[in-house]
């Protein structure tokens, strides 16, 4: 095989791989919206007091952070401390992803064989020299959407009640299944005060103590 032949299936590689990370980014895009559906249905299931059209009148143009405290507020009135704590957890999670979907939303996206999907605001940052990076791996993006998909079930399985969770059925709702998606904090090169576009780290194991 000659070397052009090689350069050839070297870039073929290259744009396949490209595919599929901007295949995980539209997934996780459509798996976020459908979590955040799901939010939106557990306030107005957290609301007996309106029917569902009254609901969707309320709260239908409400912004995400202010759905959310409210969302928090009725449950704690209505909610054993168990489906709160769900409910809170799911919360906080889904913040989390979406403040990583924002930005591969609305900053400029490249890939980069070497770090993966790069994201950054250096086309439209109001300080030219202070430019915003991130870089997301596939594996970042996938556990992403799954945890998108997880949260809109747990989301639907809420009980507004004072009832505690039924303990056999937990692990079918999916409480207790670990996140899958955990973030690094961002890297920044010493003196230029930019992210720099580092693949993320996940946390390792510690090891156990010597005596």
């Keep these: 095989m000659s070397d052009l032949d090689k350069l050839g299936l070297l870039q073929q590689f ?94 400029s996206s490249e890939y980069d064989y070497q770090l993966g999907l ?27 959407a799954d945890d998108c998909d997880l949260i809109f079930t747990r989301f639907l399985n809420i009980h507004f009640s004072k009832d505690p969770l039924p303990p056999l059925s937990l692990r079918r709702l999916g409480v207790g299944i670990p996140w899958r998606y955990t973030p690094a904090g961002p890297q920044k090169t010493k003196g230029s005060g930019r992210a720099s576009p580092r693949p993320p780290k996940r946390p390792r194991q510690s090891s156990p103590e010597k005596g």
Aim: net charge neutral; glycine share 4%.
């Design 118 to 144: 790069v994201v950054s605001n250096a086309l439209t940052a109001k300080d030219a020299d202070k430019p915003e990076s991130h870089t997301f791996s596939l594996p970042d993006l996938v556990a992403m």
């Design 14 to 107: 290259l744009r396949e791989e490209e595919k599929g990370y901007y295949a995980a980014v539209g997934r996780l895009v459509t798996s976020y919206a459908r979590a955040e559906a799901a939010a939106r249905v557990s306030v107005r299931r957290a609301s007996p007091g309106l029917s569902d059209k009254q609901a969707r009148i309320i709260f239908g143009g409400m912004r995400f952070p202010d759905l959310s405290e409210r969302l928090m507020r009725l449950a704690k009135e209505i909610c054993d401390q168990e489906w709160i704590a769900e409910l809170q957890t799911l919360l906080d999670q889904f913040a989390l992803i979406g403040t990583q979907r924002d930005r591969i939303a609305h900053m």
